[in-house]
């Protein structure tokens, strides 16, 4: 599995993994703040996974 996120689909900056306050797994982007999903993933790849289905691949 690719385990590198790809750039933001709406500033195309980059985004990082952390841990919500519930202890799972999010993907947000550094510079506008968006998310992959508004809860969170129970491990890392689910995560990186939804993150990088939001991406155009063109």
Not at 31 to 45: K, P, S, V
Request: hydrophobic share 35%.
């Amino acid at each position: 599995m690719n385990k590198e996120l790809k750039p933001c689909p709406f500033c195309g900056k980059n985004a990082e993994i952390g841990i919500a306050f519930n202890a799972l797994y999010i993907v947000e982007c550094q510079n506008c703040f968006c998310r992959a999903n508004i809860g969170g993933y129970d491990n890392i790849e689910k995560a990186i996974e939804a993150w990088n289905r939001r991406v155009c691949n063109e």
